[in-house]
């Protein structure tokens, strides 16, 4: 049903965006109505992603106070939330909930009763089923009690799990079904207390679709899985969200999971675009992390109020998206001003010019409109076109409204400096052709435009044609085109920046701006290498002396997870025919970037390296995970996968991983060295089915980023075979 709305969508973007906030409005007021609360989507903290189960007074406290300390509660953080394991082990006599005695020595509701002394509210945790998704008690079957219990210790939000239902109780009940009767048993009982009580759904798994049956009994459901602090785990959280705008509204909010801001894994680029993200969404803002450890910059984020103000808008409309071509989003939110919070999301590796118009965001046609940069604070003039430079992984991020002409002339022009390079790869020693091209959206001409461009060391730099301009037109564009050669020798794959610099004059003022971009420079893979690339978007591959490197999508050499999707998709630097049935194959992983569940890089032995997908039987791998494990996975079926696994316990790994595999006919053993090969751990030992090949096998490095929508770049030094 999405799917179809929002094709519709794309066709007449601004009649579509009205038609269908509207109806968004009207499914969810009943909630807002009848309980009050989540007018706007809730912003706060859990302390789930910071502390896990080692949650306790202190720290919930303790985390109060900094919210009032760091600006936050100014900025709008009002909810403090005890995630799962606050409780004891088990139900006092009388069946009623009590907390964990250590951790929490004075019971919640003196936690409450501090909480509510800041100004600020409580939150608390709990599960539909027999017991909490960390084994703690369940409210199942104590629904009233538990709910009165939570009220009178003055609870204001209730997070309400999904784990150990007993669906078996519910004989020719879907498990959708089980839950809307449990789930709508905990909103009734908390409705009962008559104390206004956030309730949030958070049953997300496939099937159970919470957006299509929450908004009358819940305020917020979980959309998708518990997100990771990586780009690839919030872009898939992201795109498990946003076409659900139509079924969100006041009292009733799409949860994509809390915000992992402050948490180590990502950049402050990637942060900034979650929660600007998160804000068109409509999203809660509750962040996931310790508080107290948040940097200035990332503090910033959190309390950005022009973006905060977008997630709050009383409207209460999540952001529509208008279009996603190859990853360059664009979507719109309707703001109760009459404007649209319009962004700009470059999802991909490389920066990009993502361009829309006012009308297409589903503004009345109009002679200017004023544009109102959200992180920069800059405000600008626009005739119709909105666009932005956009560097991969980031956003752009504006509110447009229509303006008269008198205040648009007091506004500098709305100008786009943008570089483009005819191959985004270069192979060391070539040339390519950069273009750095920039763009007047506003009304006004813009005088004494001069362009520049600034390389890495090594580049050979050569402007095609004069890079200065006296006039600029209104709505007109400025290009200089650059040959640039690349350096003649380099590592076997690496970034190389450029920056292209504008100077020009905008009314009476003097301003510049810039933008960078990077070039992907390889050093070919030579004989007797070769290359294979199973993923559906191209990998690319470099060598340079000892070192080889991988930049690839790709799920992995086998998917565990759904036996209908087993198909293997990764890229490998591989020797053919070379692992003889008495051989040791060897290499260093020096980086293998956090990627999704299957992602990872290592060594790989199988009969055919270029067969695609599935019809290679008789294959290992021995890799690095992209969370850091080290995993040997075989076929031993003799069917068409890689399909067994065995991950080595209580371990990651920081820093270079040496891996060996060693064949003995179709028996394997892996072993792996942290430290540069001095002592060595076995992994496995694994006899691969009798179909297995006896002859000699490819045998190389692969990479597989586990995500089908992000490239990520593993790197390895000395494979060798002997
Ligand atoms: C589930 C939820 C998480 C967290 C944990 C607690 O995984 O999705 O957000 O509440 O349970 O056990």
Redesign the pocket.
Known sequence: MHMRRLRACLIVAGLCVAALAASAVTAATASAEGDGVAATPPMGWND?YSVYCGVNAQRVEQTAQEMVANGMKAAGYDYVNI??CWMAASRDASGNLVADPTRFPGGIQAVAVYVHSLGLKLGI?EDAGTV???GYPGSFGHEAQDAATFASWGVDYV?Y?R?AIPYGDFPGASAQQVQQTLYTRMSNALRATGRPIMFSM?NPDPGDDPWSWGAPIANLW?TTQ?MQDSFGSMLATFEGTVNLFADAGPGAWNDP?MLQIGNGGSSLLEYTSEFSLWAEMAAPLIAGTNLAALTRPELAIYENPNVIAVDQDPLGRPGVPISSANGLWVLTKQLSTGGRAVLLFNSTDTAATIATTATAVGLPRGRVYSMHDLWTNAVSQTGGAISAFVPGHGVAMFTVAAVGTRRARTLAPQTVLSLHAASSELRVGRSTTLSASFADNGVTAVKKLRLSLAASPGWHVKPVGGATIPVLGPGKRFTVDYRVTAPRTGPPLAFSIFAARASYHPLDGRHASSATLGELVYSPVRAPLSTADVTTYPALFGASGPDLAISSRGMGVFILSSAASRTDSYAAIYEHARAGVDSTAEVTVTADPAGGKAGGAGLIERDDMTTAHNQSPAGVTLFVSSYAMIVMAWNASGGTNVDQQYTVPSLTVNGPVALALVRRGSTYTGFYSTDGGQIWNSVATVTVAASASLGPQDVGVFHASGLPTWTTMATFTGFSVH
Do not use: E, V
């Open positions: 789930w995630d799962d945790y909490t998704c960390a997070k799990d784990c958070c979980r518990d999971d």
